[in-house]
């Protein structure tokens, strides 16, 4: 089946650094990405949803400016956090949705445990 | 979007036959169900998706009445290894996704 490779699975920074995660689709295009995060206990909250090609639609209370998405190619997306604090600790997941076969489902990357001290 | 409303938790014992049951009374006509497991510190994994009547594959059952108002998940004889979050999903797929929010999921506990 599809498989979308999050990296890395895993990172902690220092308080005011920037970090940023990958999301590739590996065998197929994702012309649509969405990254959430995921709070312990909680569900996936939708961040942003980014179309290859075009800027990033950001949901309400998502700051653009401290979580920057890029989405050059069609299979692969980032997520940067920038000038990171303790409160943006969390997991981080990204999904991708793509074309022709594979876009019946959503496919999704393994997360990212983000820890900023 | 519809929005979906789901038990928050359940039990079950090994071996038991599971039904989670998701209400979306405003699905819309081109909405897809879909349901998703996620273990602890794990991206969600596709588990089963329909549009209507049954789908069965090799892990669960899906079953949709005809008025696609409600879902039920159903997992034949559950093991430890089942224990995670639950979610259903209700959206729209004309040439891909165009966007996916979560509900609350439903946090199955598999007991020995």
């Known amino acids: 089946g599809a498989v979308v490779s999050q990296h890395p699975s895993r990172v902690i920074c220092k308080s005011g650094t920037s970090v940023k995660i990958e999301c590739r689709s590996l065998d197929f295009q994702a012309t649509t990405m969405f990254w959430y995060r995921q709070f312990p206990k909680q569900s996936l909250m939708l961040m942003a949803t980014s179309n290859e090609g075009s800027k990033a639609t950001y949901e309400q209370g998502v700051e653009k400016d401290k979580f920057l998405i890029n989405h050059a190619s069609l299979t692969l997306s980032t997520l940067t956090v920038t000038s990171a604090h303790p409160e943006d600790s969390s997991f981080y997941i990204c999904s991708a949705s793509g074309t022709g076969a594979h876009n019946e489902k959503l496919f999704f990357g393994s997360g990212t445990q983000l820890s900023v001290l | 979007l519809a929005k979906t409303t789901q038990p928050i938790s359940m039990d079950s014992y090994e071996g038991q036959e599971v039904n989670i049951t998701c209400s979306h009374n405003n699905i819309a006509t081109n909405d897809y169900i879909t349901w998703y497991q996620q273990f602890p510190s794990q991206g969600p994994r596709f588990i089963i998706q329909?549009?209507?009547t049954k789908v069965t594959n090799e892990v669960a059952s899906l079953f949709i009445p005809a008025d696609r108002k409600s879902s039920t998940l159903s997992l034949p004889r559950v093991s430890l290894s089942d224990t995670a979050v639950y979610y259903c999903?209700?959206?729209?797929?004309?040439?891909?996704?165009?966007?996916?929010?979560f509900g609350t999921g439903t946090k199955l506990q598999v007991i020995p």
């Open positions: 999903l209700v959206a729209p797929n004309s040439g891909g996704y165009q966007k996916v929010t």
């Open positions: 329909g549009y209507k």
